[in-house]
């Protein structure tokens, strides 16, 4: 019997690519542009529901909701290598979590995950495919046959709550226009952007996961409990066990790996517990009633279920991955960028009065970023980030790097480098007012584990052509700044408050910013 959660996610790529009936009957479910696994996670549990719901409405044309991952550089072809852990997360909620041991199973299971993530559908998929009724909506007037006439597309906003798809060729006034935002789930600060209007409107902060936000939205709205129905599910539509026990594991992946297994002080929450707990109940039940028909003992079967193998198997994969990634591939794996408005600008100004953030996180340490720069050089690490803000935005201020655990049992610390592009001396005084205001907030401690990282850190571009002789010596003042009297062009901090992640320290960032 095909899965109906695969069978979910090929109709909707069809329907995305494939012209058959008016696009103004789609609503596209969209994650933020890291695109994580809760991002993914959320808008297919979202989608999957609500399109369940609406086959089975009177209506003759029901609204179909698909999931699109807002990569727009990056096909479905290629998740495989950039995004495998969606791909072991599809896979062990489909067939089970029993991991492989040995490099023959390895490599079936990478074949497996590869041809799963072809079911997927990517912005990029959509832009290269001129046949898609989607396409307008992403591409150029001049490169696409269709227009906006041809009706705004619905989209909601799951794990971030402002429009941001991050397509060069295309203004944000142009996409909205062809985009009409009718509600969100998130667990992000309110940027003040969906309408009030909008449902679901849901926003809250404090939740380690944007999939237990979607979870508890479908309890609350009856969705789990019609699924679970037998009554309400004909074998015609899907098969209400094997249905509940896949979506189930898909959504504890995402809420597993947000809260390090429901371990992450300070980031889970009691609802991600409560919802876990959910969860799990859907599991065994699911497994109970599916292994009844046929096994007498089905209580030993059902308890083979193991949330610690499960999550294991899916962090390894994440964590694993970036070693087949350049650097540049790396810092846009989780990247978000921001815009700010300077309140302290004054009418004879010549310096820009919006600045411009991004902002990437990565599970591997500063150091080991090192070695995958060319040479293992601190230069060419600071070249490296430097070249990758400048071409995601030519505007880009400030680049910030965190490094996030990829395992909060074993002990972790954070990492955090600032980079500032040099494009005005705003950015330079955001840096040192960020470390004002957040410094003791974050217990952000100068890092000093590579001088020469602090070195390269502090030179000017025309500095950074020298070569890396003489590493060793001290060529910066007493306070390592290279010697620029304290206006770096850059800074490293262990940031001791291991609990404030990215989502708390962006918005420390960008008040920083708006406040030069």
């Known amino acids: ?55 089975r409405s009177p209506s003759p044309q029901p609204c179909l909701h698909i999931p699109v991952l807002n990569l727009p550089s990056t096909s479905s072809a290629e998740l495989w290598r950039l995004r495998p852990e ?22 079936v299971e990478a074949e497996v995950n590869k041809s799963l993530l072809e079911n997927l559908v990517t912005i990029s998929d959509i832009r290269s495919c001129a046949s898609s009724p989607l396409n307008y909506v992403f591409s150029k007037a001049t490169t696409t046959t269709q227009s906006a006439s041809e009706g705004k597309i619905q989209v909601l906003l799951v794990d ?43 926003i809250r902060t404090g939740i380690g996961s944007c999939t237990t936000l979607v979870v ?46 429901l371990r992450a002080e300070g980031k889970v929450s009691d609802l991600d517990r409560k919802v876990v707990g959910f969860l799990e109940e859907i599991i065994t039940n699911s497994s109970s009633s599916s292994q009844h028909e046929t096994h007498p003992t089905t209580r030993e079967k ?14 390894a994969t994440r964590a694993d991955s ?10 846009n794996r989780d990247y978000k960028a921001w815009s700010e408005k300077r309140t302290e600008t004054s009418p004879n100004s010549v310096e820009p009065s919006t600045m411009h953030l991004g902002m990437a ?54 990492e955090l480098l600032l980079l500032d592009t040099g494009r005005t001396e705003a950015s330079r005084r955001a840096v040192q007012k960020f470390h004002e205001m957040a410094g003791e ?36 003042d007493d306070n390592g700044d290279g010697g620029r009297g304290g206006a770096l062009k850059g800074r490293i901090w262990w940031q001791r408050n291991v609990i404030k992640s990215r989502k708390q320290v962006a918005p420390l960032l960008r008040e920083a910013m708006r406040s030069v």
Not at 322 to 331: A, D, G, T, Y
Not at 379 to 407: E, I, K, S, W, Y
Request: with cysteine.
């Open 1 to 55: 019997m095909a899965s109906p959660l695969l069978r979910f996610l090929a109709q909707a790529r069809s329907a995305a690519l494939r012209p058959t009936t008016s696009p103004t009957y789609y609503t596209l479910v969209l994650g933020n542009p890291s695109c994580d696994l809760d991002s993914f996670i959320s808008a297919t549990i979202y989608s999957f529901f609500h399109s369940h719901y609406a086959r």
């Open 441 to 476: 907030e974050l217990g952000l401690e100068d890092w000093e584990d590579d001088q020469a990282l602090a070195r390269a850190l502090g030179r000017e571009e025309e500095e950074e052509e020298e070569e890396e002789e003489g590493a060793g010596e001290d060529k910066g």
């Open 160 to 202: 971030h709550n402002a429009l941001s798809i991050p397509l060069p060729d295309i203004s944000s006034s142009e996409l909205s226009s062809r985009l009409d935002v009718v509600g969100c789930i998130d667990h992000h600060i309110d940027e003040s952007s969906v309408p009030p209007s909008a449902s679901p409107r849901i």
């Open 361 to 414: 996180s990565t599970v591997k340490p500063v150091s080991w970023l090192i070695s995958k720069a060319d040479g293992s050089s601190v230069v060419n690490f600071v070249r490296a980030m430097r070249d990758f803000a400048t071409r995601q935005d030519p505007a880009l201020d400030l680049f910030a790097l965190m490094t996030v655990p990829a395992d909060a049992e074993a002990g972790f610390q954070r």
């Open 302 to 315: 059902a308890a083979k279920w193991d949330r610690k193998s499960f999550y294991e198997q899916i962090s």
């Open 216 to 261: 508890q939205y479908l309890k609350d709205e009856g969705f789990w409990g019609d699924l679970l129905n037998p009554a309400a599910t004909t074998r015609k539509e899907e098969d209400s066990g094997p249905a509940t026990g896949e979506l189930a594991k898909l959504s504890l992946a995402a809420i597993l790996i947000d809260t390090a297994n």
């Open 322 to 331: 970036l070693s087949l990634l350049s650097l540049p591939e790396i810092f």
């Open 86 to 107: 969606f791909g072991t997360a599809l896979r062990l909620a489909l067939h089970g979590h029993n991991q492989g041991g040995n490099a023959q199973d390895d490599r």
